[in-house]
């Protein structure tokens, strides 16, 4: 991706706010002292995380590829550490994209099938508005006596959560769709399944693509959710075990981790939904800069 | 009708799958009636509390924590709407705020401010910041400019223009906003206490995980359940009331 | 007299379409328009009409040139220009008296003084009895005598009116010209307001104006005078004269050929 001329001058604001919030960590680590646990500065600099921390990260590195774990006694090695992110990285994103699927594809059926017809929906509604309220991430200690802390479980966590908004994003979409497309379509004859497929299905298109933002989100915290009750593995995994011994900045590198892993899948999913979604209107913004 | 239904689809569950997994609904709103001033099996924690009190505390934090968030986020929004360089200093701010979820920010919160209600509640204010941030900003941005350019040609000042345009125009859209971040609230609360509390309703379900006590885990979810419903239902009554200019136009006769 | 009230000159604008090519909204026009002149800008959709009465109005700034209102530079909207638009601008969240009072109450007007003035204009375009009533609760031509009736009440002595009926039915539009015209009159003849009043549809200007002038692709290429009396009956409109501009006019759109 090169940018564009003009890209600069686009963004050389935004580019110097994240500068600036770099640079105040790191202000703040120097005036700010205290420590957590002893060795364990509450504000760890950029120095020490992408030193000392990353190289404690080995420990989370299992063995194998030829590379020797901490626990059988090797020290510590930034490929161990390297090694350790990405395979942490890698269980943590399976759960979360096995999760996601099962749970949009499980979602948008239902959804779709309740609006079939007006009474389903009427009878659903209220129940799906109740479980949607039902704060999710409190639900993690359920799901684990129920699924216990396999794979299973993690995913069905992921997949429920994301199902309810699915669920509820595509019986709204439905609903919004505007009745003179429908009608439009009947007076060419359309039955009852072209309809949904030629019309509702690509006029709920771009109202998915708001809920899939929306569980994009709840996603990644339901799947740190689940890893942190329970899992041997995983960025919610590293997150539970460096906050039992106040490693801040072990926490502070996987937060790290974290915000590009979303930056990136957000960004991604825009550019492609952009790209699927060419038809809809570009919501110019023609704001008055007076 | 519906919640009928989902009551019975959770009996007929019972009997499928272990007590010991899926209390019947009886059982739960038994075990609510006995936990809601004061639940023993806390006591073995040394918690001397019952549902109606961790759930005043619950929702006490959420209260704050959302009055907190649009104080900062709504205005915010608004003006960011208007000043591209504040947008583009602000974004990257909230946006990164807003990707990281509650797990991985809470036990930062809960090293920096202590395990205690003050981390609970930023935590959830920062939350419903950045959702109202959101909501304020894009219903600026929606707004048709023809009412701004009217303002000024009318001879408005900018100041007059946030106050008599701006505002009025998309308080429908933030007053949305707040019901879903309110909505969303009570799980993030619930979630942080459960990391990290010494009361609250999350702190009921963390410490009845650890005795997999599923009946107590249901009652004290039904009752957060209620009430977050409760409150969005009250929450819609109020928004309806509000915007008064903004509900449906009953008929246009010339 | 002729007291210029309204003067582009070297107006330019140009501005970037979001492919990078750049397009010649207005080039090189020059204007004047003197006080109390009810003048109607037309031509062909894409023109540059609205961007002319836009730049006039202190929305847009223009890329070149030079423009003046009552001797003085145009940099910024202000109350010294009224506007009506297309769309309703009538705001939703206030009900239709302040909308009326609104200008006047930017400009510091006391509470009494700006209630009696809004009172006398709403009665003016006939809405008395809608002042207490939220604008959803209007049709689209109730809605734009508020905005008439609100620019009026600013006492702008300029006003600028872009395609303000374009989406009303003929009855209502033909309501709205006599609303217009009346309000316009009523200044005894030194101290009428200063129209321009854009549109694409010529029986709409030939009712209207004193002045018609015509815009093709961003430069002005005609200015016709409309002498005939007013009112504009419907018999004024076919007197030879009218015919011949009607025909100028439809040759300028494309729509006869040249003769």
């Known amino acids: 991706m090169t940018p564009r001329p003009g890209w600069w001058s686009r963004n050389w604001a935004s580019l110097a706010a994240i500068a600036a919030m770099a640079g105040v960590w790191e202000i703040l680590s120097f005036i700010y002292t205290a420590e957590a646990a002893p060795g364990e500065p509450m504000v760890p600099g950029w120095e020490i995380v992408f030193g000392r921390t990353l190289l404690s990260l080995a420990d989370y590195w299992g063995g194998g590829l030829g590379v020797a774990s901490v626990a059988e006694g090797a020290p510590p090695s930034y490929t161990a550490a390297v090694l350790a992110i990405i395979s942490n990285s890698f269980d943590t994103i399976v759960r979360l994209y096995t999760g996601l699927i099962a749970g949009a594809a499980a979602g948008t059926a239902l959804g779709l099938a309740v609006s079939w017809s007006p009474w389903p929906r009427r009878v659903v509604d209220s129940p799906l508005q109740f479980l949607r309220t039902l704060p999710l991430l409190a639900m993690v200690p359920l799901f684990q006596l129920w699924f216990g802390t396999e794979f299973i479980g993690k995913v069905a966590f992921v997949a429920y959560g994301i199902g309810v908004i699915f669920f509820a994003g595509v019986a709204n979409a439905v609903r919004n769709v505007p009745q003179i497309f429908i009608d439009n379509a009947r007076t060419f004859g359309a039955s009852r399944a072209t309809l949904y497929r030629t019309v509702i299905f690509p006029a709920i298109l771009p109202e998915l693509r708001a809920t899939m933002l929306l569980a994009l989100g709840t996603g990644w915290g339901a799947v740190l959710g689940a890893e942190y009750l329970g899992a041997q593995s995983g960025l919610g995994y590293m997150i539970v075990y460096s906050e039992q011994f106040a490693y801040l900045d072990r926490m502070f590198f996987v937060a790290l981790l974290f915000v590009l892993y979303a930056s990136v899948s957000y960004a991604l999913f825009d550019r492609v939904s952009r790209r699927l979604l060419d038809w809809t209107a570009k919501s110019g913004q023609v704001s008055a800069t007076l | ?254 | 007299m002729s007291d210029v009230k309204i003067e582009a000159s070297a107006l330019s604008r140009s501005y970037r379409r979001a492919d990078g090519a750049e397009v010649k909204a207005l080039s090189a026009v020059d204007l004047r328009i003197e006080a109390g002149q009810f003048v109607c800008l037309v031509g062909p959709s894409g023109c540059g009409k609205t961007t002319l009465l836009q730049i006039i109005a202190g929305l847009v700034p223009p890329s070149g040139g030079n423009i003046v209102v009552n001797g003085q530079r145009v940099t910024a909207p202000g109350p010294s220009r009224g506007m009506v638009f297309q769309k309703d601008s009538v705001f939703p969240w206030m009900r239709v008296h302040a909308n009326v009072e609104y200008g006047l109450s930017c400009r510091g007007v006391a509470k009494a003084e700006r209630q009696k003035v809004a009172a006398q204009y709403l009665e003016r375009v006939g809405l008395s009895h809608v002042a207490g009533a939220w604008p959803r609760e209007l049709s689209g031509g109730m809605l734009k005598r508020v905005a008439v009736a609100t620019v009026f009440a600013n006492g702008a002595d300029v006003l600028l009116l872009d395609e303000p009926f374009g989406a009303l039915d003929y009855v209502t539009k033909r309501q709205l010209h006599d609303v217009l015209l009346t309000l316009w009159a009523e200044g005894e003849a030194g101290r009428r307001r200063t129209v321009v009043f854009v549109t694409h549809d010529v029986d709409e200007a030939m009712i209207l104006a004193d002045r018609i002038v015509v815009l093709r692709a961003g430069r002005v290429v005609d200015d016709l005078a409309v002498a005939a009396d007013r009112p504009r009956t419907t018999d004024a409109l076919l007197l030879p004269g009218m015919v011949r501009i009607k025909h100028i006019l439809l040759t300028h759109l494309g729509l006869e050929a040249a003769r």
């Open chain 2, 1 to 254: 009708m519906g919640i009928l239904l989902l009551l019975a689809l959770w009996q007929a569950l019972t009997s499928v799958v272990a007590r010991s997994s899926l209390p019947t609904p009886l059982s739960v709103a038994i075990r609510i009636r006995q936990d809601f001033i004061h639940a023993d099996q806390l006591s073995f924690y040394g918690l001397n509390t019952g549902l109606l009190d961790s759930m005043a505390y619950t929702a006490t934090n959420v209260a704050a924590a959302v009055l907190m968030g649009a104080v900062v986020g709504a205005p915010l929004g608004l003006v960011t709407a208007r000043f591209r360089l504040l947008r583009a200093l602000v974004d990257p701010v909230l946006m990164t705020a807003g990707t990281i979820p509650i797990i991985v920010l809470a036990p930062f919160f809960l090293i920096w401010f202590g395990v205690d209600r003050i981390s609970a509640m930023l935590l959830v204010a920062i939350f419903v910041t950045v959702i109202l941030y959101v909501f304020a900003q894009r219903a600026a941005d929606n707004i048709d400019p023809v009412y701004e350019e009217s303002a000024y040609t009318l001879g408005a000042s900018r100041a007059r223009v946030v106050r008599d345009v701006l505002l009025p125009g998309t308080v429908p859209q933030i007053l949305g906003g707040i019901r879903i971040a309110l909505a969303g609230a009570w799980g993030l609360e619930a979630i942080a206490e459960l990391m990290g509390a010494q009361y609250g309703i999350g702190k009921i379900v963390q410490l009845l995980a650890g005795a997999t006590d599923v009946e107590g885990i249901f009652a004290a979810l039904l009752v957060l359940g209620v009430v977050a419903v409760a409150c969005d239902g009250l929450a819609a009554w109020v928004v309806a009331r509000l915007a008064v200019w903004n509900q449906p136009a009953r008929t246009g006769a010339e």
